[in-house]
């Protein structure tokens, strides 16, 4: 089997509704617009879909001039990117501090409305730094809004695999990845250190644990009772750091890749 990219997802902010395009930039930050704006709490604490499963139903278009925003029951709003001399606002995501533009008030009412509570949206800028973990990043090495890294990978067989021990299937979006592989074993990735995709080459770096986020299905918008995926994954794929499943990648280099290139493993 030859192993190639059958997917790209990119999730213009965090923890909302994919987009999957048939091409992207690769850039040093992760996928071009790919987790560049955030939702936080008035304090400036990042907020997910752990904590409000409707965030995936959020559809965020990014615009030559900004962003488009569309929820159900809520009508769509454009808001352009915030000027050079926009209000900042130190944020946190995870252990990282960052300092973020506020992305505005009429941002800020649509998404409390759509979410029900007082929250802000920001959006991470040139000036916005945030550096990936010095455990497993090179100096320099950066990272936008994703948990940790700027990829985030999984093959198509480990999904496949893990729905024949489900009574109901669940997405690849259940697991937000940015790069889905075909023509693969299953959790082949976790055998990789370096792989090439068209021109980009990426370092993998460190599997991805996993968490109550993938028990939210991303069509509805609603946490399963049941515990599932995580309850099944639990039972074959813990491991000391926790349940993993995908591998975080860092890439090494710049350009476009696309869908139905070919993955080439390098060690």
Same mark, same amino acid.
């Given at each position: 089997?030859?192993?190639?990219?059958?997917a790209l997802h990119i999730f213009p902010v965090k923890s909302c509704a994919a987009l999957s395009p048939a091409e992207v930039q690769v850039e040093p930050r992760g996928l071009a617009g790919d987790r560049?704006?955030?939702?936080?709490?008035?304090?400036?604490?990042?907020?997910?879909?752990?904590?409000?499963?409707?965030?995936?139903?959020?559809?965020?278009?990014?615009?030559?001039?900004?962003?488009r925003l569309e929820a159900p029951d809520a009508p769509a709003l454009e808001i352009a990117f915030p000027a050079a001399d926009a209000p900042r606002l130190a944020v946190e995501v995870w252990k990282s501090?960052?300092?973020?533009?506020?992305?505005?008030?009429?941002?800020?009412?649509?998404?409390?409305?759509?979410?029900?509570?007082?929250?802000? &949206?920001?959006?991470?800028?040139?000036?916005?730094?945030?550096? *990936? %973990?010095?455990?497993?990043? /090179? !100096?320099?090495?950066? =990272? $936008?809004?994703?948990?940790?890294?700027?990829?985030?990978?999984?093959?198509?067989?480990? &999904?496949?695999?893990?729905?024949?021990?489900?009574?109901?299937? *669940? %997405?690849?979006?259940?697991? /937000? !990845?940015?790069?889905? =592989? $075909?023509?693969?074993?299953?959790?082949?990735?976790?055998?990789?250190?370096?792989?090439?995709?068209?021109?980009?080459?990426?370092?993998?770096?460190?599997?991805?644990?996993?968490?109550?986020?993938?028990?939210?299905?991303?069509?509805?918008?609603?946490?399963?009772?049941?515990?599932?995926?995580?309850?099944?994954?639990?039972?074959?794929?813990?491991?000391?750091?926790?349940?993993?499943?995908?591998?975080?990648?860092?890439?090494?280099?710049?350009?476009?890749?696309?869908?139905?290139?070919?993955?080439?493993?390098?060690?």
């Open positions: 089997m030859t192993p190639t990219l059958s560049r704006w955030m939702i936080v709490d008035p304090a400036g604490k990042f907020v997910t879909g752990r904590l409000y499963a409707r965030m995936p139903l959020i559809r965020a278009t990014p615009l030559a001039h900004g962003l501090r960052v300092d973020a533009v506020c992305a505005g008030a009429a941002a800020d009412a649509w998404i409390s409305r759509v979410l029900g509570t007082g929250l802000r &949206l920001v959006h991470m800028d040139q000036a916005a730094q945030r550096a *990936v %973990s010095a455990d497993y990043g /090179r !100096p320099g090495d950066e =990272v $936008s809004f994703a948990d940790g890294f700027p990829h985030l990978l999984i093959s198509q067989a480990a &999904l496949d695999q893990l729905n024949t021990r489900l009574s109901t299937p *669940v %997405s690849m979006l259940n697991f /937000r !990845p940015n790069l889905v =592989v $075909s023509g693969t074993a299953p959790h082949a990735e976790d055998d990789w250190k370096r792989i090439r995709i068209g021109e980009v080459e990426f370092d993998l770096v460190k599997p991805c644990t996993r968490c109550v986020f993938t028990t939210v299905d991303p069509l509805r918008g609603e946490r399963r009772d049941d515990g599932e995926p995580l309850k099944t994954l639990t039972s074959y794929r813990r491991t000391p750091a926790g349940v993993t499943f995908g591998q975080n990648l860092i890439a090494r280099g710049q350009g476009v890749i696309r869908v139905g290139d070919r993955v080439e493993v390098l060690a």
